[in-house]
């Protein structure tokens, strides 16, 4: 029996193929779904309804591209035009490269190319102008995501901030909860909440926060947060919105907010954060949906299951670690030992990862084994230089009869 590897993207897209075999969905919504055009659609069911599952694998998967360049070409190239080009413009560059080197590359691929190499400088474009931006068709094709902190008691309790989930497409409201600050753990926190009720959403809409965004030293934009990074392994797209106005639909619901959601506190004479987001449960949030929220142009709901994903395990704080000689970890001013038995074959300097979990536990792995270890509560003697005090040194000094003192130095 033959065995397929295949992707979780590709495992996802095995129920929407089925859906359009049986024609429980329209193509339209699929492609919407899967983000390609509705040819493309067309192409991949007819594939699936000969091939089956094994048609949804990428053929070129650990094949090179037919379109790639050789690394060492690319350095004698780089080296070129350094040497000779190095005031050229890209469209210049590539003409030259052909006519003096039979060297023939795309004026595109070549400006990329000089940019990350920083020997061109993109010119600034002029600013433009933009309108306001229609929502989007489908309920859950992007969710607006941001915290508010204000004064939501008014004295009654400390200020504190208000995480909303607001469906682009709809402005309805999918969840509320008060926290004590945008934190990447309260972030996590609710976006797991939000996730385990709706599902897994197309993209969510932030700010450029330093909780969603890596801002800087990350000219290349190869650095992701740690909340980036629990969103990409669950396949969920965050936008980074470049003004407030962006994002306004989120924006307005705080005015709102501020507005009405501040007063029912007040009435319900409510003081707590707790008792608050009982509230916002059980009683507020239908009531302003009900009174806000708009049909969707479309009735297809495009979040994903994510019975598959583990939660915990993505909604973590990861960072690595290396393993010391007396197979040790340090992390956040503890130690951890680990153990002798464990699921794989470890190595002193080794790199592991270590997961703090939003519940505060702590795991370690080594790329998908879960080590075995036990935290110890002092730094290992073999590593703390000793701490008595050597006896000083007496200065000696010879007798009167020694050989020295024979010879007077007059």
């Not at 990428?58 to 000779?84: C, M, P």
Request: aromatic fraction near 10%; hydrophobic fraction near 35%; include cysteine.
């Amino acid at each position: 029996m033959e065995t397929l590897t295949m992707s979780q993207k590709e495992l996802d897209q095995i129920t929407i193929f089925e859906d359009l075999k049986e024609r429980k969905m329209k193509q339209k919504e699929a492609a919407k779904l899967l983000n390609i055009g509705i040819r493309q659609v067309k192409r991949k069911l007819k594939k699936y309804r000969q091939d089956g599952k094994a048609s949804l694998i990428h053929k070129n998967r650990g094949k090179q591209s037919n379109h790639s360049f050789n690394e060492i070409l690319w350095k004698n190239i780089t080296d070129l035009i350094r040497e000779k080009y190095y005031d050229f413009g890209p469209t210049l560059v590539s003409e030259k490269l052909f006519e003096e080197h039979r060297i023939k590359i795309s004026e595109e691929t070549l400006r990329l190319k000089m940019i990350t190499e920083k020997i061109w400088v993109p010119k600034q474009r002029k600013a433009k102008v933009f309108f306001m931006r229609e929502r989007k068709e489908c309920f859950g094709e992007m969710i607006q995501l941001d915290g508010s902190d204000h004064d939501w008691f008014e004295g009654r309790a400390p200020k504190c901030t208000l995480l909303a989930f607001i469906d682009d497409a709809t402005g309805q409201i999918l969840y509320l909860e008060f926290v004590d600050s945008e934190s990447t753990k309260n972030l996590m926190s609710s976006t797991k909440t939000y996730i385990e009720q709706h599902g897994r959403p197309l993209s969510f809409y932030a700010d450029r926060g330093s909780v969603f965004k890596v801002n800087l030293s990350n000219a290349d934009k190869d650095k992701l947060t740690q909340y980036e990074r629990a969103l990409k392994e669950l396949d969920i797209e965050l936008i980074h919105a470049r003004s407030p106005q962006a994002k306004g639909r989120v924006e307005r619901l705080f005015q709102t907010l501020q507005d009405r959601l501040i007063k029912e506190l007040r009435l319900k004479d409510i003081a707590s954060m707790e008792r608050a987001n009982l509230f916002l449960t059980d009683e507020y949030l239908a009531k302003h949906n009900f009174k806000f929220a708009v049909k969707p142009k479309s009735q297809t709901n495009l979040h994903r299951l994510a019975d598959k994903y583990d939660m915990n395990n993505t909604f973590c704080l990861k960072e690595e670690r290396k393993i010391n000689n007396d197979f040790t970890i340090r992390y956040k001013n503890k130690w951890f030992q680990l153990h002798k038995k464990q699921p794989t074959i470890l190595f002193p300097k080794e790199t592991v990862e270590v997961r703090r979990h939003l519940d505060g536990a702590i795991t370690i792995y080594q790329q998908r084994s879960q080590l075995n270890f036990t935290e110890i509560f002092q730094r290992p003697q073999s590593q703390i230089l000793s701490k008595e005090k050597q006896k000083p040194k007496t200065s000696w000094r010879p007798s009167a009869q020694h050989p020295w003192r024979k010879f007077s130095l007059a």
